[in-house]
């Protein structure tokens, strides 16, 4: 069987994000046994059915991205209680049929959740509000187990580099659990 492909999905276009940093971190953890792709999408445009049909490059090539993905993996900051905006328009965009004869990309897709934020939330009402977003558009969510990591501050090192060195321990489990997951479903 083909290695598992897995697609990280931050949910910050920030440079230094917690979050991008955080998905780095499991790239790192899952190491050779799955291919592990940051997916770029600060060009899709912002939804606007005027120009849906055809699809903007930015929006092929990011559908492309999903379609060959095993799994999608949401790293999601918290925005006033909420996923940021961007991960709303990325996901609306996918959420629409590709054409009268291919339905949107993600529906069937296993898909994992987590974010870090600096406060006390550690982005679980984001995660909640994204979970009943995709659960609709049919994925097939890893509900346990989700990964929420507050006080991100306290994870850095003297460069502000997120080293997580109380968190490592939960995002190896659930490295594990999503990789187990996909293989379940590939099988
Ligand atoms: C518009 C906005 C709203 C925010 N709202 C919240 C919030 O509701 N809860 C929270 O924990 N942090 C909130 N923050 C702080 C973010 O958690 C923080 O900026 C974090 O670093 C963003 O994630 P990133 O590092 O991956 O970019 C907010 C930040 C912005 C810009």
């Given at each position: 069987m083909?290695?598992?492909k897995i697609l990280a999905i931050v949910g910050s276009l920030r440079k230094e994000s917690y979050n991008r940093q955080l998905a780095l971190n499991a790239k790192a953890i899952i190491g050779d046994r799955a291919d592990f792709m940051l997916l770029e999408y600060q060009d899709v445009p912002l939804m606007n059915q005027d120009i849906e049909y055809p699809?903007?490059?930015a929006v092929k090539r990011v559908r492309d991205a999903?379609?060959?993905a095993d799994g999608i993996w949401f790293?999601?900051?918290e925005y006033n209680h909420f996923f940021p905006g961007v991960l709303k328009n990325l996901i609306d965009w996918l959420s629409r049929s590709v054409s009268d004869s291919e339905p949107q990309v993600l529906a069937g897709k296993p898909a994992a959740i987590s974010g870090i934020s600096p406060g006390m939330s550690g982005t679980g009402l984001a995660q909640d509000h994204l979970v009943t977003l995709i659960s609709f558009l049919n994925m097939e969510v890893m509900n346990v187990p989700r990964l929420t990591i507050p006080n991100a501050r306290q994870q850095l090192d003297s460069q502000g580099k997120l080293t997580l060195t109380t968190s490592y321990p939960y995002l190896?489990?659930?490295?594990?659990?999503?990789?187990?997951f996909i293989q379940t479903r590939r099988a």
């Open positions: 083909n290695k598992i699809a903007p490059e999903v379609r060959s790293f999601t900051p190896e489990k659930q490295v594990n659990a999503f990789i187990d």
